[in-house]
DNA sequence: CATATGTCCTGAGAGC
DNA sequence: TGCTCTCAGGACATAT
């Protein structure tokens, strides 16, 4: 489930590849049925190789390598979708390889699900598809006036909404549980009930919990499937409030963790910490 | 337009 | 032990 974070953390895993020549692309025989990689394999190999990585960079979820001439090679983990310079989890699930010219060592897409996906897209094909018409602002750095104008005025339930990437990017099903009881936000609020002084705890909430991830290399859940680039386990796990906690208890109060499911996706909450009615500060 | 639901995929774990 | 079933949740296509 790589988010904001953990994308974020992969970026910052493969920063030795920027400044190196493409010098080729390798896909692994497998059975598994293959990743998307667009435009097909030969005419995706003739438009990389030869070519530089500029810069790396991350649009919510996905991982952008900056190629010269303005292309991107634009990486979607998804579900299980991993980028390594070391030694992988095992070998079945590699993906796909790129090799460097220089002695830079390769790197790799590792994705045990496979719902991942590689594209090479020009500049424009970049901001038809990423852009900000198509993704919206990133999670770390939107404004809680912005977050509010983009949402506030929706009838879904604020958890729902919050995974919307048109909205605001980077956030999923993991994180949008552990920013909503810092902001002690019940999951089920809609969003055009909430008020100013709520959009401003759920933006600083929402910054201050992906920061941290970032800084712990984000989650690695009891499946394991999560690493960072030299195939470490994230430690943000052992951080988590409310998130795969449901029936045990709350670690800023009394109350127990429970689970709801809200557009077949999980929640966890704090009926405690979140109340689902607002409770208004008493003035001074 | 906004919102809801179904689909893709593999492996882990439960139940028998 | 080995089978079947359910579940996990990214993004997107399709339906309402």
């Not at 094909?125 to 912005?146: K, N, V, W």
Request: charge should be positive; glycine fraction near 10%; aromatic fraction near 6%.
């Amino acid at each position: 489930m790589p988010e904001l974070p953990e994308v974020e953390t992969m970026r910052r895993g493969i920063a030795g590849v920027i400044g190196s020549q493409i010098r080729a692309i390798v896909r692994p025989r497998s059975k598994l049925k293959p990743i998307e990689i667009s435009p097909a394999l030969p005419r995706f190999r003739r438009r990389a190789v030869g070519r530089t990585i500029l810069d790396t960079g991350r649009v919510g979820k996905r991982l952008v390598l900056q190629l010269d001439r303005g292309d991107a090679i634009v990486i979607e983990p998804r579900m299980t979708g991993l980028v390594l310079v070391a030694d992988p989890p095992n070998r079945e699930h590699l993906r796909l390889g790129f090799s460097l010219a220089g002695g830079v060592p390769e790197f790799w897409f590792w994705d045990r699900r496979g719902l991942g996906s590689v594209r090479l897209v020009s500049a424009d094909e970049f901001t038809g598809r990423y852009g900000p018409g198509q993704i919206g602002p990133d999670a770390l750095h939107i404004s809680s006036e912005e977050l509010a104008a983009r949402l506030g005025r929706s009838r879904r339930e604020i958890k729902v909404a919050l995974l919307d990437q048109k909205a605001v990017a980077g956030v999923g099903n993991l994180y949008a549980s552990e920013l909503l009881h810092r902001a002690g936000i019940h999951p089920r609020r809609p969003c055009d009930r909430l008020h100013g002084d709520e959009w401003r705890r759920l933006q600083a909430a929402m910054r201050q919990v992906l920061e941290e991830a970032i800084l712990y290399e984000g989650s690695t859940l009891s499946d394991g499937t999560y690493r960072n680039a030299l195939n470490h386990s994230g430690s943000y796990q052992h951080q988590h409030r409310v998130y795969d906690r449901a029936g045990e208890a709350c670690r800023t109060c009394d109350g127990r963790i429970v689970r709801i499911v809200q557009c077949q996706r999980s929640s966890f909450f704090c009926p405690n910490c979140q109340p689902l009615r607002r409770v208004r500060q008493a003035k001074a």
